[in-house]
């Protein structure tokens, strides 16, 4: 990790992309740190296969008034407000309730499958 003013840079190799995901949200979640660049940060192949650049997933920075349900319709779309759950699992141990987030921090937005 490089920090340059508040943007922190990831650079180097991780073992899957789940581990990608976690440095991205522990250091986005770092006082300071406004905006985390991962473009430098692959995901270690698996046997056989070549180091490829790790997926970009999606996040987003809470802003004042938001709770996991706006976020989820912000997200997935109109009258998917119930669907706040994936996002509150995706970003646990950080999140210890879903109606504990706040402003500044950084939350994975997984895809919906």
Do not use: C
């Given at each position: 990790v490089v920090v340059q003013g508040d943007t922190a840079v990831l650079k180097g190799t991780v073992k899957d992309q789940s581990i990608f995901e976690k440095a991205v949200i522990a250091v986005g979640n770092t006082l300071g740190v406004s905006k985390v660049q991962a473009d430098e940060l692959q995901v270690a192949p698996q046997a056989g296969q070549a180091a490829a650049p790790a997926k970009e997933p999606t996040f987003?920075?809470?802003?004042?008034?938001?709770?996991?349900?706006?976020?989820?319709?912000?997200?997935?779309?109109?009258?998917?407000?119930?669907?706040?759950?994936?996002?509150?699992?995706?970003?646990?141990?950080?999140?210890?309730?879903?109606?504990?987030?706040?402003?500044?921090?950084?939350?994975?937005?997984?895809?919906?499958?």
């Open positions: 987003y920075t809470v802003q004042k008034g938001d709770n996991l349900w706006k976020i989820a319709e912000k997200s997935y779309g109109k009258g998917q407000g119930a669907k706040n759950n994936v996002i509150f699992e995706a970003n646990r141990p950080m999140l210890t309730h879903p109606d504990k987030i706040y402003p500044g921090q950084v939350l994975r937005i997984p895809a919906l499958t």
